[in-house]
């Protein structure tokens, strides 16, 4: 670019190289011809006197001389006829063939006797003279004129050369500068800048790069600044919401203990009754009493799943199992659900073995069932399976109300209810898929929903598929197990009325039981009955110290490992956590007969067989 630049100056350079040494050549050549016509005019004044008296060697003496003296090619005396009377320089083939000046001058005698004499001698009356001098003459001057001018040429070049080595040079300095601050920059160093003078292009360019810079540098520290608020104002909205979710922890704890320990107590004294009623018509009214109680535990035990799921209590037991099974299990669940609501309920047959929790993955089952048929009003709902590569999908398909698009994710959420504005309590508490989607989350697998207002919705589930030769056989039931005899509980209960429905619960049983408010009451009465208790039955909240305790001091006093289980209407996530890693039995309120016998059962089998030591 800079030799392009710089090709004018080079051609301007040799254009007046080339006119100097014309203009010095052509001066050397009027200098010859100055020289030549000087010389003839000398000869032209000194040789009439000699041509006059025809002394010829006189002429050609005078030729010479001045031929010597000036540096001539040739000088000549010649007639009007053109004959050469005297020459000096060559003969005339040499002259006529070099390149010369000539200088004709009339040779005029001084006086009319001279021109008769020299016509007496026989000269013409009239003769010339002539010169010449080649440029050859003048060699040496042209050798200088073109040494000078090849001197000047190389200086030129040499100067020029150094000009555009040096503008190179910068150039290229003060660009590969400029292209390291742009690398630079583009790798988000943005306190890098240019140290160009803000003169020419490249400092007009050099200074805009240095606002860009600061622009960006500008721009990035607003950016940090608003994403630092940002994160502030987020950070204090997660704590608000975390500590908004723990006091909704903590109310429903206490809530649900409280609110659990009536009911506990209510479901004692109604099983208490029905096994001491022989009345038809009485019975009818327990069973309504009953069903009523059941109901509410329902609720209560929806709240109890999302604390012990959200406190990680609960742990995935994967197997390999066949599907047939479940699938019938929940068709004569809902069954008569689903006609009572007139709907047609169907499950296409499927025997394919998966690999997951079989109860984990019946209880999603069941909360979907339960949610299609409950949100159904007409038509059906429909249970199936499809292969997809290792995995089998498990749909559940109604005709119900559908979820509109914006709202299919507020579902999962909890006590989310979009078609139960009232909060019928015979509608759940919306936390059916709630739970759907934690126990997703807790087995890994993906939770699918596809849903058309007023057309219905599609709820799937994508389960691994496993190997049917892994089945495991199932364990023998104990259900119809008989309690062992003279069978001695302790159960510790800081609420009269729960002990009271335990006492006539077990005499039913005809188990053994001490009651007592605190551990040293329990202490005290065991004392008196002087035997060691089978089982330790305590209520986790108690006022002077909690289960754990008391159930530690109690094995502690007797020095014997006792089958022991908590009780507690606690649903704290903490509180759950905390019990299971003290790795005991644990039972919520208010307590299943049923559930609570064979457990005992159980724990008093397996303290008959343990030997004392």
């Known amino acids: 670019m800079l030799v392009v630049a710089l090709l004018p100056a080079l051609l301007a350079e040799f254009g007046m190289a080339a006119y100097f040494t014309t203009q010095a050549l052509r ?18 004044a000194a040789l009439p006197p000699a041509l006059a008296n025809g002394d010829l060697p006189l002429v050609r003496d005078v030729i010479e001389n001045e031929t010597r003296k000036s540096g001539l090619a ?76 090849a001197l000047l040429m190389a200086v030129a070049l040499a100067l020029t050369g150094a000009l555009a080595w040096r503008l190179s040079s910068r150039l290229a300095s003060q660009l590969r500068h400029v292209g390291q601050v742009v690398e630079r920059l583009a790798c988000d160093d943005l306190t890098v800048r240019t140290r160009l003078p803000p003169y020419g ?34 950070t204090a909205k997660k704590i608000m919401a975390e ?35 022989a009345q038809a018509e009485t019975q009818t009214l327990i069973d309504n009493i009953e069903a009523s109680t059941a ?39 809902f069954g008569a659900v689903a006609a009572e609501k007139q709907l047609r309920l169907r499950f296409r047959p499927c025997d394919a073995t998966v690999y997951s929790d079989p109860l984990l993955v019946e209880r999603i089952l069941a909360n979907l069932i339960a949610n299609a048929i ?49 909060r019928d309590r015979s509608k759940g508490l919306g936390l059916g898929l709630a739970i759907v989607s934690r126990l997703g989350r807790l087995l890994g697998h993906r939770v699918d929903l596809r849903s058309v207002p007023a057309r219905g919705s599609v709820f799937s589930i ?42 006539e619960l077990f005499d039913n049983w005809g188990i053994d039981l001490v009651t007592a408010h605190s551990a040293d009451e329990a202490e005290q009465w065991l004392a008196t009955v002087e035997r060691v208790p089978d089982v330790i039955v305590s209520d986790y909240r108690l006022p002077d110290d909690d289960g754990i305790a008391v159930i530690a001091r109690l094995r502690q006093r007797f020095a014997r490992n006792i089958p022991a289980i908590l009780v507690t209407g606690d649903t704290a996530p903490d509180t759950i956590l905390r019990i299971n890693r003290a790795g005991l039995p644990l039972l919520h309120k208010p307590l299943r007969p049923a559930k609570l016998r064979a457990l005992l059962t159980h724990l008093i089998r397996q303290s008959r067989s343990t030997p004392v030591g």
Do not use: W
């Not at 009027?30 to 000087?38: G, L, N």
């Not at 007409?378 to 559940?396: A, F, N, Q, Y």
């Not at 049917?468 to 209960?493: E, F, K, Y």
């Open 27 to 44: 001066a050397a050549g009027r200098d010859v011809e100055a020289r030549a016509a000087a010389a003839a005019g000398r000869l032209a």
């Open 74 to 149: 040739f000088a000549r005396v010649v007639d009007a006829a053109g004959n050469v009377v005297a020459q000096d320089g060559g003969d005339a083939a040499d002259v006529t063939g070099t390149e010369h000046y000539r200088q004709r001058v009339p040779l005029r005698p001084p006086s009319l006797d001279a021109r008769a004499s020299l016509q007496t001698a026989g000269a013409n009356s009239l003769a010339y003279v002539e010169v010449g001098a080649t440029l050859g003459q003048g060699g040496a001057l042209q050798r200088d004129v073109l040494m000078h001018a």
């Open 201 to 234: 292009e490249l400092g007009a360019l050099a200074a805009g790069i240095n606002n860009m810079a600061e622009a960006l540098q500008r721009h990035r520290s607003e950016l940090e600044q608003r994403v630092r608020e940002a994160t502030a104002n987020l």
């Open 243 to 277: 500590r908004a979710n723990h006091a909704k922890s903590r109310f429903f704890a206490a809530a649900s203990h409280d609110l659990r320990q009536p009911l506990h107590a209510l479901s004692l004294f109604v099983a208490a009754l029905k096994a001491r009623n």
């Open 295 to 333: 109901a509410m535990e329902l609720l209560f035990n929806a709240l109890l799943d999302i604390s012990r799921l959200d406190a990680g209590a609960i742990e995935a037991h994967p197997v390999h199992f066949s599907l047939h099974k479940m699938l019938v299990d929940l068709e004569q669940q």
């Open 374 to 422: 409950r949100y159904t009003d007409d038509g059906g709902v429909l249970v199936g399976c499809r292969r997809r590569g290792r995995t089998l999908r498990i749909s559940v398909v109604d005709t119900g109300r559908g979820i509109p698009p914006d709202q299919q994710q507020s579902v999962f959420q909890e006590f989310v209810q979009l078609h139960n504005p009232a």
């Open 462 to 503: 994508d389960v691994p598929l496993g190997d049917a030769a892994l089945i495991r056989a199932p364990a023998p039931s104990t259900t119809h197990a008989q309690i062992p005899a003279d069978a001695l509980v302790v159960l510790v209960d800081d609420e009269s009325a729960i002990l009271r429905g335990m006492a």
